[in-house]
């Protein structure tokens, strides 16, 4: 019996190894000063969207895990809310998931959404920017956001962000970067 009990436990450990690894298998977010990984992607009016073709511009680059959940949805409604305030400072606002061109479509036409979602279903660039979790087909990506210059180098990278605040605190970063510049 003692064997028994012994077995199950070093099962339960193995087990909850390969959990822990399958959710944290990413690898590490571009830092502050490093060039903003290059990517193509296809958006979700199934056009092809290249990183580097914003050069000139502040892109908010945001990961989050899926369409049409609770907390993705309150984080793109709170970006479209500040629309205007991003566009007056030559900033455009990039949302990348794992979900399809299908249905970043449909969650952008549901919620008015007037800015581009990517599709990254293989996880590739989500990886690239150490915002992938999970492993074969139950990955998504996390809740992290990157903030490139226009020079196309990452100025603030923000992790497992709130949802509520976070648009306006990008706004204020954006904000307070310009002023340092000029």
């Not at 436990?9 to 690894?21: D, K, T, Y």
């Not at 900033?91 to 399809?100: M, N, R, T």
């Amino acid at each position: 019996m003692k064997l028994f009990k012994r077995s199950i436990l070093w099962v339960c450990l193995g087990l909850a190894g390969l959990v822990w690894v399958a959710f944290n298998n990413h690898d590490d977010p571009p830092a502050v000063g490093d060039a903003a990984p290059d990517f193509t992607l296809l958006s979700n009016e199934g056009s092809e969207i290249t990183l580097s073709d914003y050069q000139g511009k502040w892109v908010v680059l945001y990961f989050y895990p899926r369409d049409f959940t609770s907390g993705c949805t309150i984080q793109a409604h709170n970006f479209q809310r500040d629309m205007e305030q991003y566009q007056e400072k030559n900033a455009v606002i990039l949302g990348v998931s794992v979900d399809s061109v299908e249905s970043h479509a449909e969650f952008c036409a549901k919620e008015g959404l007037d800015f581009k979602l990517l599709s990254d279903m293989g996880g590739d660039v989500s990886s690239k920017y150490g915002s992938i979790r999970g492993v074969s087909k139950a990955i998504m990506s996390a809740r992290n956001t990157f903030l490139i210059n226009p020079e196309g180098t990452i100025s603030k990278v923000y992790l497992s962000v709130s949802v509520n605040p976070h648009s306006e605190e990008v706004l204020a970063d954006i904000t307070s970067f310009q002023s340092t510049e000029g």
